[in-house]
């Protein structure tokens, strides 16, 4: 089946971007960014960021923070919603390209498990020219997914105050 993924979330003047692999079953159902109920996400984003209440005041508690979300592939074949499912050679990635060029305030890149950072630096990271601009490839952050089994919610919110530390900085 042809998955085919989402428009980025994002404001004027982002500062990250949280780079997931290609919308599950739930979220393309529902047409929201981790909408599986076991999927920690949203837990962790309304711990770190406040991002709370109904999806789209969650999605502007992100932005308000500079926080864009997006995934790598723009679409791509797979049988049901795990990462593995995904047909080899039917990948195509979002124009990163284009999103970096519109968003120059974009400063580091964060990928929501293995699978998302494997496929942004096989698939886009070869061709991605951005003319010098300081754009940092961060930490593979553990998977917030349900079949993430490695780690609690709560776990996984540690290892994710990483993020937080970044805005901070900034």
Not at 124 to 152: F, K, Q
Request: glycine residues 8%.
């Amino acid at each position: 089946m042809l998955i085919q993924g989402f428009v980025p979330l994002v404001g004027k003047n982002p500062r990250i971007v949280i780079l997931g692999t290609l919308p599950g079953r739930d979220s393309i159902r529902l047409r929201q960014y981790y909408a599986d109920p076991g999927n920690a996400f949203w837990f962790i984003a309304g711990n770190l960021f406040g991002a709370i209440g109904s999806y789209d005041e969650r999605v502007q508690g992100l932005i308000k923070k500079r926080i864009a979300i997006w995934d790598v592939l723009g679409r791509a074949e797979r049988a049901g919603s795990l990462d593995k499912k995904i047909v080899k050679g039917t990948e195509v990635p979002n124009d990163f390209a284009t999103f970096f060029r519109t968003h120059p305030s974009m400063k580091e890149v964060f990928f929501n498990g293995r699978p998302a950072e494997a496929y942004f630096r096989r698939l886009v990271a070869p061709g991605l020219h951005l003319d010098d601009r300081p754009l940092r490839l961060s930490t593979v952050l553990p998977s917030t997914s349900r079949t993430n089994t490695h780690a609690t919610k709560e776990a996984k919110l540690e290892s994710w105050r990483v993020v937080q530390s970044v805005l901070e900085i900034a």
